[in-house]
Nanobody, 123 residues
Framework: VQLQASGGGLVQAGGSLRLSCAAS????????MGWFRQAPGKEREFVAA????????NYADSVKGRFTISRDNAKNTVYLQMNKLKAEDTAVYYC?????????????????WGQGTLVTVSS
């Protein structure tokens, strides 16, 4: 599967953005999907994940209550709604696909990665 992330941009602190990740291939619904991010000078970190059915989700503590992950299997797309953005959310955000169909929080579970989309939050 190939992944294309979009929706990043510049937003003021307290604002919102919605990231999208469009997947190619007819087996999208069999993949667990995740979002990760990497800020300059920092390691990649887990943000959110959703199981193949959408019935299970996981979030990093730093984004709980502010970010929501969802998916539309008919459109082969996973979303990350980001509200109440903070300067520390600034990073390149990557979507990833996991054949394990789970909502994994571990980057090594993900076989396919998108190219990333930059989110910049100004304070």
């Amino acid at each position: 599967v190939q992944l294309q992330a979009s929706g990043g941009g510049l937003v003021q602190a307290g604002g919102s953005l919605r990231l999208s990740c469009a997947a190619s291939g007819r087996t999208f619904s069999r993949y667990g999907m995740g979002w990760f991010r990497q800020a300059p000078g920092k390691e990649r970190e887990f943000v959110a994940a959703i199981s193949w059915s959408g019935g299970s989700t996981n979030y990093a503590d730093s984004v709980k209550g502010r970010f929501t992950i969802s998916r539309d299997n008919a459109k082969n797309t996973v979303y990350l709604q980001m509200n109440k953005l903070k300067a520390e959310d600034t990073a390149v955000y990557y979507c990833a696909a996991d054949l394990g169909e789970r909502a994994s929080t571990y980057y090594w579970d993900y076989e396919h990665w998108g190219q990333g989309t930059l989110v910049t939050v100004s304070s």
